[in-house]
């Protein structure tokens, strides 16, 4: 026995379709309860819903009528004693004791079923009846009156596939119906979660996971659904049951996926990526630094698994196939990481690529594969060489600077500290001396200490009223006497 009910408002509308004889083959009116007039007939019908609705109107609700078909399995009938418990029951059950209602019969296509319009305001107390649950409640009333007449339970058909799949399905040419039956067929043929994929694969189906993590097929145009929607009588559980291991396994990422069979119209595919875990990735890299003696050794097993090992700014990390960065301080812990160059003091003359160039070239899609270490070339930037300085007097100012000083003359002031720098800049500006080009000052008695041949190799030679400013002992200028004070 199937139920479905619900409300409404429009008594008149109502009683025309009530009494449609085009649609049915009869039309009776079998009661009319808590009415002052009597007689079952078709004008008495809509006086009936019409006096129903004025009540409503009164009680400021223009939908307080409760409309329910009844409707036996094809080859079921009900008695006129049997029409009269089945109403008391439905309204004992659905809160409707007491109400006014009207009960017409119909015969259509040679089977029986029932209009049962209930008023939801109680004429009586004027209060109107709260709806709740009355799916579940007819529900339980259909159970209820199969089990006491001893009917038949329909059997639940639905739709074979929702409006969307039918739609997508004349785009595409994939009947949503057939595409459940052949899928249903894989499930049951298959032994293993690999027969299973494999004989998606073979029907043109990929098996990915979805933006909540749960498992859906992809067919060959990139459209996606859930995968139990696809196998008839089945449910997770039973696909847990069968295939243990079919949440673990590693599958396409999913975006890649639809991206990938998407573009196939176009001509410009591209390969999927594979999901990461990110504990097995800790596990390799962990594995991978206990079995390697060397930093070579360790960098190309990292390879071996399609990792590359990369330099960033808070030290070294492993880029996966998909550009995913992974801190070797989490996977090793921090101070592991720290104590990395001790063990492999050979990683510093690797060079492993910096990590942002490594994932932009990834992302790019110049090269997917992992990255090697740098080589040395010629128009790389050598590290400066830093020079010792003696004293801050040493810093020569630029050219410029240098020019700009011997033509403007310091000015003459009262401060001690300025005049010291006055100072500073008139040895500075002063008259460079010519020297010979082969002087070379000699130690020894009456020659120079060897810190200040350190310093006159180094930078005096460059600027000598600096030098000599810094060793007032060996003169001011050039002398007659190579080697003694002076030039």
Known sequence: ????????????????????????????????????????????????????????????????????????????????????????????????????????????????????????????????????????????????????????????????????????????????????????????????????????????????????????????????????????????????????????????????????????????????????????????????YRTSKTGAEFFAKLNNKEYSLGRGLRGFAVIDINGGRHDLDRSLGKEVAKGLGKKFPDLAAIRPRPVSEIIRRMKTGKSRKTAKPLKRTRLMRRPRKTLSVASPLTLQPHRSIQKRRQTQPPAQTSSPVTALFSRAAGLMTARQPEKPASFKPTAGTGGWPAAAIADWASWGHKNPPLFFAKWPELGTGPSSKPGGPGL
């Open 1 to 288: 026995m199937w139920i479905q009910g619900r409300r409404r408002g429009g008594a008149k509308d109502l009683s025309t379709h009530l009494q449609k004889t085009d649609e049915n083959e009869s039309v009776k009116v079998r009661e009319l309860s808590g009415f002052s007039f009597s007689g079952l007939t078709g004008k008495n019908l809509e006086q009936a819903l019409r006096q129903m609705e004025a009540i409503g109107y009164g009680k400021s609700d223009k939908r307080n009528l409760y409309h329910a078909i009844i409707s036996p399995a094809y080859g079921e009938t009900l008695t006129a004693a049997q029409q009269k418990f089945m109403v008391e029951y439905y309204a004992a059950h659905m809160g409707f004791k007491g109400h006014q209602y009207a009960l017409v019969e119909h015969w259509k296509k040679g089977k029986q079923h029932f209009h049962i319009v209930f008023n939801i305001i109680d004429p009586a107390t004027g209060k109107t009846h709260e709806l709740k649950w009355t799916k579940q409640k007819e529900w339980r009333i259909s159970r209820g009156l199969e089990e006491i007449f001893g009917l038949s339970t329909p059997k639940p058909q639905g739709k074979a596939a929702r409006t969307w799949q039918i739609q997508y399905g004349k785009r595409t040419g994939i009947d949503p119906r057939k595409a459940r039956k052949t899928i249903t067929a894989i499930y049951h043929a298959s032994m293993t979660a690999r027969d299973f994929l494999t004989g998606l694969d073979k029907a043109g189906y990929a098996l990915t996971r979805g933006r909540r993590d749960q498992l859906v097929l992809v067919d060959r145009f990139g459209g996606t659904i859930g995968l139990m929607r696809m196998i008839e009588g089945k449910k997770l559980a039973d696909l847990r049951r069968k295939f243990p291991g079919i949440e673990k396994m590693q599958l396409p990422l999913h975006a890649d996926l639809v991206k990938a069979r998407k573009a196939v119209k176009t001509g410009k595919t591209t390969s999927p990526r594979v999901a990461i875990d990110p504990m097995r990735v800790r596990e390799e890299v962990q594995k991978a």
